[in-house]
């Protein structure tokens, strides 16, 4: 059975260019409830823990310098099928193929500044979750 959370984190592209209202105002509408959030930067030494499953490949280290050059909105949702449903909200990691009206088609500029993180795995977010977010942050 699918769970019912999912963790995203809005990327430094995206705050940057102040579009977290609007990507959260879309999250909301999608029928996901914002459990927990905040606004922090991550140190390249974090962004490295985070992203460490990437650590063999040949981006890993400009992930990991793209990922703390500014603040990022992590946040945990909660939806019925939550993974699956945020996949499709954001659309494909290469905002050229995702499909319109999409997060990723609205607001990345790039497939490495593709304006959100989203989990691939109910496993994988419930991870995601952790690393950001202690019990006493989530509702």
Known sequence: MAGNRTFT????????AANSGAIM??????????VAVKKTQLSEERAGEFYAVHSQRSFFKELCTYMSSGAIIPMILEKDNAVEDFRKLIG??????????????LFAKSIEANAIHGSDSDENAALECSFFFSNLERF
């Open 9 to 16: 984190m809005i990327k430094p592209d995206a705050v940057s």
């Open 92 to 105: 494909a990691t290469d905002p050229k193929k995702a499909e319109p009206g999409t997060i990723r088609n």
């Open 25 to 34: 105002k879309m999250i909301e509408e999608a029928g996901f409830r914002i």
